[in-house]
């Protein structure tokens, strides 16, 4: 954190600006109002909402993980007509070596769906006539063909980094690397390899885990890591970075603690999964989110996607307890299975079958604009920073 800055809030000086908290680095560095961030979500998020974020002074984020070059270009082009503001684009590094299965593995989660479309009483999807894509091979090039050509502000990306030609393409025309870690060593490494900003993402947050140095299988043991203690060690590293905070923060209090603990900004998702630009969201999991009478726990799981991700506990997790978890399916080939029965439930609103993607802390969800989640955030925080 800046020595200006944290000395502010340790000694609780007035600040006279009342809509201002002090500039951070990573404010300075992309010449931002505000040290909020949307966290990109694939596939929830939309031009709305990062252009309304951006507009408000925080820094909006395009989640273009499965978008095809035309889909990229027309997405940021619906961004530029609604603000001249940075925003972010986010991507997800492919894995250098994909993880294999085996046809038992398949056929142990086949079981399991069959089973659970038959609980749904489904007789339109049959897991066994399924057949899976394997996903296109230049999707990853065809994002970073666009994002250099329209010379986006901020390039984000989780599960990993992008090759040193890449790096060096961004740098020399001044887009700003931010890097996705979940512990210190991850944090260290993209320091190494140029990122202007690292995002600390706690074991608290919701959806996938950015983990890249270690096997799917294992990131759930191995760097579940809480978002205090992660942005503790990591704000020890040297040389410092910008550090962004991520996992469970949703209002004043969450902001506040980040900074002192050494962070320039802070992340939400879940936070605007209900505001009122969030339209992509099923209306059930929006409904969910916002009622405080079915607050229920949620829990890392490898069950939809393969990948380690938070969500709210449902059946179809449950459901999955009867299967040895070494039988859990690499990233693309578990989450195509899963999302049949997802895309189902939703459609139909059965919500013990969705996939209900939250942080630990959505209970402080509320239905706002997107400008008026960041005003009332940075002016709670004046408040508290004033002794009111």
């Known amino acids: 954190m800046d020595n200006v800055l944290k000395s502010q809030m340790l000694s609780g000086v007035h600040i006279k600006e009342s809509k201002l908290l002090p500039k951070t680095l990573f404010t300075k560095l992309l010449n931002i109002q505000y040290p909020i961030i949307q966290a990109p979500m694939s596939p929830l998020t939309t031009p709305e909402l990062v252009a309304n974020v951006s507009n408000a002074g925080g820094l909006g984020s395009i989640a273009a993980a499965r978008m095809n070059r035309q889909q990229l270009k027309a997405e940021i082009d619906k961004v530029r007509l609604l603000t001249s503001k940075p925003f972010a ?74 090759s040193s030609d890449i790096i060096s393409k961004c740098k020399k025309l001044r887009i700003k690397l931010v890097g996705t870690a979940t512990t210190p060593r991850e944090c260290l490494r993209l320091t190494e390899i140029g990122c202007d900003a690292i995002c600390l993402q706690g074991s608290e947050a919701g959806g996938h885990r950015g983990s890249f140095l270690t096997k799917d299988k294992d990131t759930i043991e191995q760097s579940s890591i809480g978002l205090a203690s992660l942005l503790s060690q990591c704000a020890q ?21 980040c900074l002192v603990l050494g962070a320039s900004a802070i992340q939400m998702g879940t936070k605007f999964l209900t505001s009122d630009e969030s339209t992509l969201i099923p209306s059930a999991h929006k409904q969910l989110l916002l009622d405080p009478s079915k607050i229920e726990t949620t829990v890392l799981t490898r069950i939809y996607t393969g990948k380690p991700a938070r969500g709210i506990y449902t059946q179809l997790i449950d459901e999955f307890k009867t299967m040895d978890p070494k039988h859990i399916l690499p990233w693309n080939i578990q989450s195509q299975l899963a999302l049949e029965i997802s895309r189902y439930a939703a459609k139909h609103h059965q919500l ?37």
């Open 89 to 162: 684009i986010n991507l997800f590094i492919p894995p250098s070596t994909p993880d294999t299965c085996t046809q038992d593995d398949v056929r142990a989660v086949k079981e399991v769906l069959n089973r659970i479309l038959t609980r749904m009483n489904v007789t339109s999807i049959d897991m066994n006539k399924l057949k899976l894509i394997n996903p296109p091979v230049n999707l990853y090039d065809e994002q970073i063909d666009v994002i250099l050509q329209e010379r986006i502000s901020v390039l984000s990306f989780t599960f990993g980094y992008p």
């Open 237 to 257: 590293q040297s040389p410092p970075v910008p550090l962004i905070a991520a996992g469970g923060i949703m209002d004043a209090h969450g902001l506040i603690s």
């Open 352 to 388: 013990d079958f969705m996939q209900l993607w939250a942080g630990q802390n959505y209970s402080k969800c509320e239905k706002k604009p997107a400008k008026q989640i960041v005003e009332d955030i940075i002016q709670e925080a004046n408040k508290i920073l004033n002794g009111n």
